[in-house]
């Protein structure tokens, strides 16, 4: 007898050899789990008799690679406490093209002892707080693994959002004394407040001074330039040495405030003797 395939699902299946092959490779479980084929034998009589056969093809499944990645998200705030949800992830693979038969097991794959990031089931979450002006994004790379074990790797970029950072020093730029007898309005510096964020202003004012209170020292707000007030007597004899409570407040949103003391010293000067009556 010869055989042959006289309906052949568009040329996917032939007959050689009296065997029903496939004739590439283009079956898809996803795409046709089962195909209608029908085979033609003839026999070598005369004249030559022939019979039909209609035959379901089955397609079995195999695991199939996943062939990507999505990310959603991948922003966070800096200055937040950890476990932030930075980005969620989900993967594209052939076996859940019809329905979902295959469950995902994500993982991080940087080995960096800093890096601050972990995966919770599908959730990129933060470890600590991070910090824009010292990196203001960092490299990911996940791992989906199928039901399978079949995985794909893929790097992603998380970029971290820059808030408002509260200031981390107030500093006297200037020599930090003045001498006695200084009338007021003397400049005795400048106090400048030390910020993370590059380009914020801030406005200052004097909080307090020891001793004596806060009006033996005025601050310009804008310019930071420290002076002595008017009518004030400074007296290195009485008082040697003052400690000026200053507060500086950002311009950024929510404006936030800094507290920090700067030390001014009182420089002794020869003074007149003074004539003190005997009895």
Same mark, same amino acid.
């Given at each position: 007898?010869?055989?042959?395939?006289?309906?052949?699902?568009?040329?996917?299946?032939?007959?050689?050899?009296?065997?029903?092959?496939?004739?590439?490779?283009?079956?898809?479980?996803?795409?046709?789990?089962?195909?209608?084929?029908?085979?033609?034998?003839?026999?070598?009589?005369?004249?030559? !008799?022939?019979?039909?056969?209609?035959?379901?093809?089955?397609?079995?499944?195999?695991?199939?690679?996943?062939?990507?990645?999505?990310?959603?998200?991948?922003?966070?705030?800096?200055?937040?406490?950890?476990?932030?949800?930075?980005?969620?992830?989900?993967?594209?693979?052939?076996?859940?093209?019809?329905?979902?038969?295959? *469950?995902?097991?994500?993982?991080?794959?940087?080995?960096?002892?800093?890096?601050?990031?972990?995966?919770?089931?599908?959730? @990129?979450?933060?470890?600590?707080?991070?910090?824009?002006?010292? =990196?203001?994004?960092?490299?990911?790379?996940?791992? *989906?693994?199928? *039901?399978?074990? !079949?995985?794909?790797?893929?790097?992603?970029?998380?970029?971290?959002?820059?808030?408002?950072?509260?200031?981390?020093?107030?500093?006297?730029?200037?020599?930090?004394?003045?001498?006695?007898?200084?009338?007021?309005?003397?400049?005795?510096?400048?106090?400048?407040?030390?910020?993370?964020?590059?380009?914020?202003?801030?406005?200052?004012?004097?909080?307090?001074?020891?001793?004596?209170?806060?009006?033996?020292?005025?601050?310009?707000?804008?310019?930071?330039?420290?002076?002595?007030?008017?009518?004030?007597?400074?007296?290195?004899?009485?008082?040697?040495?003052?400690?000026?409570?200053?507060?500086?407040?950002?311009?950024?949103?929510?404006?936030?405030?800094?507290?920090?003391?700067?030390?001014? =010293?009182?420089?002794? @000067?020869?003074?007149?003797?003074?004539?003190?009556?005997?009895?």
């Amino acid at each position: 007898h010869s055989c042959s395939a006289i309906d052949n699902a568009d040329g996917r299946f032939v007959v050689e050899d009296n065997a029903l092959q496939v004739a590439d490779s283009s079956l898809n479980y996803e795409v046709n789990a089962t195909w209608p084929v029908t085979v033609r034998c003839v026999d070598s009589g005369i004249p030559p !008799l022939y019979r039909d056969q209609a035959f379901v093809v089955v397609v079995v499944d195999e695991n199939e690679n996943p062939t990507g990645i999505r990310m959603r998200g991948g922003l966070v705030t800096e200055n937040l406490p950890a476990g932030q949800i930075a980005a969620t992830f989900a993967t594209d693979d052939p076996d859940n093209e019809i329905e979902n038969r295959q *469950s995902f097991i994500y993982s991080v794959e940087n080995s960096s002892p800093d890096f601050p990031f972990e995966i919770v089931g599908d959730e @990129l979450r933060t470890t600590r707080s991070l910090d824009f002006e010292a =990196n203001p994004s960092w490299k990911v790379i996940v791992r *989906s693994t199928d *039901s399978g074990g !079949l995985y794909i790797t893929e790097t992603f970029q998380v970029s971290v959002l820059d808030a408002n950072d509260r200031a981390m020093q107030i500093v006297l730029i200037g020599s930090g004394s003045i001498p006695e007898n200084s009338v007021g309005g003397a400049y005795v510096g400048s106090v400048f407040a030390v910020d993370e964020d590059f380009g914020d202003e801030h406005s200052y004012s004097v909080a307090g001074v020891y001793p004596d209170g806060a009006g033996v020292f005025v601050v310009n707000a804008t310019t930071g330039v420290l002076s002595v007030a008017d009518g004030v007597d400074l007296d290195f004899e009485r008082v040697r040495q003052y400690a000026v409570t200053v507060v500086a407040v950002d311009s950024g949103t929510p404006p936030l405030s800094y507290t920090g003391n700067v030390t001014i =010293n009182i420089i002794d @000067l020869n003074e007149k003797p003074t004539a003190r009556s005997e009895e």
